[in-house]
Nanobody
Framework: QWQLVESGGGSVQAGGSLRLSCAASGRTVNTAVMGWFRQAPGKEREPVAVISWTADTEYVDSVKGRFTITRDNAKSTVYLQMNSLRPEDTAVYYC??????????????WGQGTLVTVSS
């Protein structure tokens, strides 16, 4: 079975930075596609970025140039470095896995989420 545990959320002012982490466990964790998703209040969950086990990546347009997804297969952990944060980035951020390397793919397994709040 898979287990995903996110951490690193918090409150920052606009223009600030945060780094989210997702520690994963599972049979094929180091070869799995993993992704970050977010759900803002009153909105549907949306993709943010995905990464393959060979570090190929895809980003949603709204975060390109500001967010970077990386992974450390030795630690079975995927990261989301978020810079130049904006109030519209406020959301619960979720880690997901067992999916295709596409922004419209739906993960089979999810973490519990971590809240990011960006104030203006």
């Amino acid at each position: 079975q898979w287990q995903l545990v996110e951490s690193g959320g918090g409150s920052v002012q606009a223009g600030g930075s945060l780094r989210l982490s997702c520690a994963a466990s599972g049979r094929t964790v180091n070869t799995a596609v993993m992704g970050w998703f977010r759900q803002a209040p009153g909105k549907e969950r949306e993709p943010v970025a995905v990464i393959s086990w060979t570090a190929d990546t895809e980003y949603v347009d709204s975060v390109k140039g500001r967010f970077t997804i990386t992974r450390d297969n030795a630690k079975s952990t995927v990261y989301l470095q978020m810079n130049s944060l904006r109030p519209e980035d406020t959301a619960v951020y979720y880690c997901g896995t067992h999916m295709d390397l596409r922004l419209d793919a739906i993960p089979k397994f999810w973490g519990q989420g971590t809240l990011v709040t960006v104030s203006s």
